[in-house]
């Protein structure tokens, strides 16, 4: 969502919010970097995930998974 080092801002609340509402996305792994940059993006974003997701299993150990089925958007 932050592009290939994280820095670009493509991603908003309100455009996580509604993809969230719509059902075209539920899971969006936090941190965990990989090729040379940051997970993630902008800080307002991955702070929405943490507030209204729900961590899950993370079998590749790298990051955090975070479900947001239940987040209440709004």
């Known amino acids: 969502m932050g592009g290939f080092n994280g820095g670009d801002a493509a991603m908003t609340v309100v455009k996580l919010q509604t993809l969230v509402k719509e059902g075209k996305l539920r899971y969006v792994l936090v941190g965990g970097g990989g090729m ?37 958007a709004g």
């Open 36 to 72: 040379g940059g940051p997970a993630g993006g902008s800080s307002s974003v991955i702070t929405w995930i943490e507030q209204h997701g729900t961590a899950v299993n993370n079998a590749s150990g790298s990051g955090t998974l975070y479900d947001l089925s239940s987040a209440v």
